[in-house]
């Protein structure tokens, strides 16, 4: 069971989202604006936040941004939206999913399942071993993936959660191609629901943070992505 906040202007939203959410087991706290959200943020614990983007007093990425101040509690962002920039200013913020309404609320849920099962496999303790890491280009690109610290030219990148999954999977199966069904269902954890776009937005983020690097990540049309390198 899981402390979830839900936040949205929409009272429908909320009420479709709590009906679900309680029937999984979970409990349930609602907010109307994103000022409301942060408040109950710095006020409360949570395990997770579903939360809008247009609101009033404080829209979702002003809010967003706030909550990541003092907590980094899991975030699924929705939107009426589903427009690509969007999708990177969430992300970039640090939020886990982005769910384009109109939604199903059967999806959500597994979403909300797949972060959370996310979240717990970083935060188990693991026993202590030799850190791998794996080398490319003369170890131009450095990755430490026992710890989950990638390097650019001696400079340690910062990425987003989502990133750092994709990017550590696609470096453990590279020279295999990849269909974007496979890379969302084992990276996001649950069956595809044909939103490529979502995996589309997080390999141009991850080639912006490879920077010179980001040849290693080949797209095969209609197919997926192949990570290339030995």
């Known amino acids: 069971m899981y402390r979830i906040l839900v936040v949205d202007d929409e009272v429908r939203i909320r009420a479709i989202i709590r009906k679900y959410a309680e029937f999984e087991g979970h409990e349930v706290y609602e907010a109307g604006d994103g000022m409301e959200a942060v408040h109950l943020c710095r006020t409360a614990e949570f395990d997770l936040v ?7 007093e404080l829209d979702g990425f002003s809010a967003c941004r706030e909550i990541r101040k003092i907590t980094q509690t899991p975030i699924i962002m929705l939107s009426a939206r589903g427009e690509e920039y969007d999708k990177i200013n969430g992300f970039e913020l640090g939020i886990d999913d982005y769910v384009v309404k109109p939604f199903s609320p059967k999806e959500l849920m597994l979403r909300v399942d797949a972060v959370m099962k996310r979240v717990k496999r970083q935060n188990a303790p693991q026993a202590a071993q030799p850190n791998v890491v794996v080398e490319l280009d003369g170890g131009g690109l450095r990755a430490d993936v026992t710890a989950r610290i990638v390097y650019v030219d001696g400079e340690r990148v910062e990425m987003s959660p989502k990133e750092y999954d994709l990017f550590f999977y696609m470096l453990a199966n590279r020279n295999i191609a990849l269909s974007r069904e496979k890379l969302i269902t084992e990276v996001w954890g649950y069956d595809f ?17 490879l920077g010179r690097y980001s040849a290693y990540i ?12 030995n």
Not at 50 to 56: E, T
Not at 197 to 206: F, G, P, V, Y
């Open 50 to 56: 579903i939360m809008d983007i247009m609101m009033p």
């Open 193 to 209: 629901y044909g939103d490529a776009r979502t995996l589309d937005t997080h390999i141009k983020l991850l080639r912006k943070s």
């Open 218 to 229: 080949v797209t095969l049309r209609g197919v997926g992505y192949r990570f290339e390198g």
